[in-house]
Nanobody, 122 residues
Framework: VQLQASGGGLVQAGGSLRLSCAAS????????MGWFRQAPGKEREFVGG????????NYAESVKGRFTISRDSRKNTVYLQMNSLKPEDTAVYYC????????????????WGQGTQVTVSS
C-alpha cells in the first residue's frame, strides 16, 4: 500500500484542519489505517485508527471528542478532521496502514505516508 498525506498547515488555537491520506495498491480493503503524530523531541504517538472495511474507529484520549477519522472508499482516502485544535497538537502527522486489525503501536504498521506538518498557534 502506498500512502500520500496532505492537508497540514498553520492554524490558530480553536481552529480546524482536515488531513487526507490517499491510498493506492492492492486489497487495501483488508487493511486498517492509523494516524500518528510526532512532535520535536518526542516519540511518535497514536492519534486514531479506522478499519477500512467496517469503518470502526478508535482514538487517543488526548484527541477524543475533537478529532474524527473517516474514509471514502470510492476515493481510497482516509481523513482526519481536527477541531478545537490546541498548541499541543502541533506535530508532524503521519498516516499509516497495516494488514488486518487496528493497532496503536507504530511498529505494527507496514506502510507510511510522508508526513504533513500541523502547527497550532496560541
Amino acid at each position: 500500500v502506498q500512502l500520500q498525506a496532505s492537508g497540514g498547515g498553520l492554524v490558530q488555537a480553536g481552529g480546524s484542519l482536515r488531513l487526507s491520506c490517499a491510498a493506492s495498491g492492492r486489497a487495501f480493503s483488508l487493511y486498517s489505517m492509523g494516524w500518528f503524530r510526532q512532535a520535536p523531541g518526542k516519540e511518535r504517538e497514536f492519534v486514531g485508527g479506522i478499519t477500512w472495511r467496517g469503518g470502526s474507529t478508535n482514538y487517543a484520549e488526548s484527541v477524543k471528542g475533537r478529532f474524527t477519522i473517516s474514509r471514502d472508499s470510492r476515493k481510497n482516502t482516509v481523513y482526519l478532521q481536527m477541531n478545537s485544535l490546541k498548541p499541543e497538537d502541533t506535530a508532524v502527522y503521519y498516516c499509516a496502514a497495516k494488514f488486518g486489525s487496528t493497532s496503536r503501536r507504530p511498529s505494527d504498521f507496514d506502510s507510511w505516508g510522508q508526513g504533513t506538518q500541523v502547527t497550532v498557534s496560541s
